[in-house]
């Protein structure tokens, strides 16, 4: 094989807290389109959230959802069950569950998606 045909030169090297035009979101179909993180595979965003914000109860018909927590304390639903999330935690949820979450405190995470589906959010 000619390792020439793997150099695309689609990379980039960021911080996850510069959160720029995009709310945070550093890789998805949504970038523009000459942005290195544009991808239909995957999204991935760090977010800081206050005590008290809240994710409103929603699902995702094709795409896979996954919070993994740097600092903080959440307690979120999933199809009716309280989930308790805090440093070190992680949430894997896959397609067709409804989740929903409550900030307990200030918290810092990574949300992921896969594949990258900006309209694939349906809330209930």
């Keep these: 094989m000619d390792l020439s045909?793997?150099?695309n030169g689609k990379?980039?090297?960021?911080?996850?807290?510069?959160?720029g035009e995009y709310r945070g979101w550093f890789c998805g179909s949504f970038l523009k389109e000459n942005h290195p993180g544009k991808t239909e595979q995957l999204e991935i965003k760090y977010a800081e959230h206050k005590k008290g914000d809240?994710?409103?109860p929603h699902y995702h018909q094709k795409m896979i959802e996954v919070l993994i927590f740097l600092e903080g304390k959440a307690k979120f639903n999933v199809n009716g069950e309280n989930v308790m999330l805090?440093?070190?935690d992680?949430?894997?949820?896959d397609v067709n569950n409804i989740i929903s979450g409550e900030f307990l405190e200030p918290s810092k995470i990574f949300a992921l998606?896969?594949?990258?589906l900006p309209d694939d959010e349906v809330f209930v």
């Design 86 to 88: 805090g440093k070190g």
């Design 90 to 93: 992680f949430l894997f949820v």
């Design 113 to 116: 998606h896969t594949p990258s």
């Design 11 to 19: 990379y980039f090297r960021g911080h996850y807290t510069d959160r």
């Design 5 to 7: 045909q793997l150099k």
């Design 54 to 56: 809240i994710e409103k």
